[in-house]
């Protein structure tokens, strides 16, 4: 490493000391070697007569200040100090890149034969010398200028103003963005494509033209990508009365790319992931996914890009808010259950388990090394949840008037989380004021109830107590604004009207001290309480609960995710009890009542297919790990799978109708229709553990229409290591290989699969043709599922897991840290394991610290990780 990496506090922000008004970009498109001419116009803000600009891997080709040469300047180890500079000037930077040596796919690169741009968090500073953060806001002019045969589209933001031929072969394209923005949401495109084209007229009446562009060959996959975007759009009118501004939205989907999407103004550039889709190569869940990150990326443009982030450590402003966002628009258009269910999975799984690990922050963080290490779980889905918990006190009318009031006062600015709660706060007359501890204190709070009924004074007591526990970064904790919402239940299922007081009071409970008792008036029968429902708040809950409880919450709590997590608690209680057991050498059971209770489930005719499927799901290993200080893996995974057995033979008859009944006829990707492929899949993953498992699987196989099938299938012969699974991944491989996309389904059942020989198949998959390192997509999906999907392989005892993960890491460190430092938080994770699993963790985390060109984004990892 050249220099040691430096931190970033957020307590450091300083106004800059210049702003740009305009920028006029001119792209010179060649592979190996662009110019780029930047010509901004800059005024001084400060004190200061010198300039400060970004920049990185940059050739510096002319500089000049009001058309005359500038030598009064500096080339500093990742930007440039130009001084002695009047107050007021016009600034003329020309340089050169190299796109095609570009394998970290930050600032312009290649994807397959089109060039693109990604600049979020700091890209930017990799095209041009510049004042790279949020809080500079500028009007762009780009003009991009390459060969016509090869690259007949040349996109950036805003709208096209001019266009024409040039010598050579060559071509230009003018384009200019009326609304000023950070360089973060600048975009270019530049390739050949097929176009699908429609339109939409906003509430106001303006005309907008969408265009979604996409790799050639793929038009007929790009149809529910622009449906998703219609229906965006309408939903923002109508929940957030909220319009689009420009002429024309633009989503270019492509193959290298390190995250989901990016919402650059006007021109959203897609991984292909997020934009592709027909029934024979994408599964429902694949179709959801595409709606919400359209969705998200759609949203995106009022929170984030009307309003933007005043410093990067206010990612949670707009990402938090914006998956909020998307949230509410899938769960208005789809299952709300199902979705408040899968968004809480994210939340106790992975994001917990964030928390818990040396990345702990806090969804506004206060130090970082590497922007690009911060969009993470707790800063988008905890972000969402604090949000959310806003919702939850302000009611829905309180917090649409808040965002007005936000838009009122931050339109066209860079703002900080505070001005969004005093938004909130000024609108609504709550107070948030304790509620703001959620910014800035990092970790899971644990919040432990009892009860206690008193039949003479008929008053039913819940004493609650929050504790949050030191986390690696942050050791003081003080108690939260938690909003706590309850239910009471009679024996009968009768819900049990809250009072306290003498007064009728509501569900929520604001719970803001370390310790509270509520008493709650006239509670003739001992009641059953059901609690932090809908998951009002992203803490951890305890409450003994009885078996009976439990499977009395299951089928009488009023609310459908509250059943669900009566299950999931029922669940949780007998994975605790057998892991003892299987550490004692004793057998895996479950009690009768717990078999019933699913049973009861599964014969409902009431219940949602869709919902059934969710009550039907174990939680994930990864879950069942975060709740323990000591992660015995072989274990919790061996009772995971003898529950699944346990079920799949009691309730065989039962999921074995239940399959039968739900086979449908055609493909349709209505809600209900999804629902039952979800449930009628998860019967059989649990009938792959029978006798019949193999023949109903292989015939499920062969059968299917769709996607959705064919993967359930293959993922169900997979898991249960069926003998059918071989000649499925062959067929499967032999059809497919042609299109990585479709591949990567194949590589991550390959990534998790957990046959002993797992990682030396992963080894030989590295060499199928549809496999490279050098995209983010297929090293995520073969790579990041052994990682972080196939617990009981990546760590065998032998080691070689970790070595394989050591080895790849080295190797991504140079062409893509960003894919990398994603890749590595299982291993941050080595004080979970026991001491011999520890040390060899440890030994690779060592080897990767001891690199001389350690990337800043693994730099941070292995350094926190390694702390003590
Ligand atoms: N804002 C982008 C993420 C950028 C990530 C940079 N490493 C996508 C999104 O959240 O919508
Ligand atoms: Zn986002």
Redesign the pocket.
Known sequence: MAQTPQAKYRKDYKAPSHLISDIELTFDLHDTATTVTAVSQVKQQGETATLTLDGEGLELKALQVNGTDWQDYTLLEAGIEIRALPEVFELTIITLINPEANTALEGLYKSGGAFCT?C??EGFRRITYYLDRPDVLAKYTTTVIADKAQYPFLLSNGNKVEQGEAEQGRHWVKWQDPHPKPAYLFALVAGDFDVLRDKFVTQSGRNVDLEIFVDKGNLDRAHHAMASLINAMKWDETRFDLEYDLDIYMVVAVDFF??????NKGLNIFNSKYVLANDQTATDTDYLGIEA?IG??YF?NWT?NRVTCRDWFQLSL??GL?VFRDQEFSSDLGSRAVNRINNVRIIRGPQFAEDASPMSHPIRPDKVIE??NF?TLTV?EKGSEVIRMMHTLLGEAGFQKGMKLYFERHDGTAATCEDFVSAMEDASGVSLKQFRLWYSQSGTPTVKVSSEYDANAQTYALTIAQHTEPTHEQKEKQPLHIPFDVELYSKKGDVIPLQCHGKPVANVLNVTEATQTFVFENVVEQPIPSLLREFSAPVKLEYNYSDEELTFLMVHATNEFARWDAGQMLLAKYIRANVENVQQGKQVALSEAVVDAFRGVLLSDVLEPAFVAEMLSLPSHNEVSGWYKRVDVDAIAQVLKAIKVILATELQDELSATYHTLKQADYTIEHAAIGRRALRNTCLAYLAYTAQGNALVNAQYTQANNMTDTIAAMSAANSAGLACREALMADYSDKWKHDGLVMDKWFALQGCNPADNALDVIKQTMNHEAFSLKNPNRTRSLIGSFLSANPVRFHAKSGEGYRFAGEILREMNSSNP?VASRLIDPLLKFRLYDDERQAMIKAELEGLKAMDNLARDLFEKVNKALEN
Do not use: D, L, P, S
């Open positions: 990604q979020e968090a390190n995250m989901g999407a990016m919402e990150v998200h990326e995106h984030g707009k990402e914006t922007m690009n969009y988008y960003q």
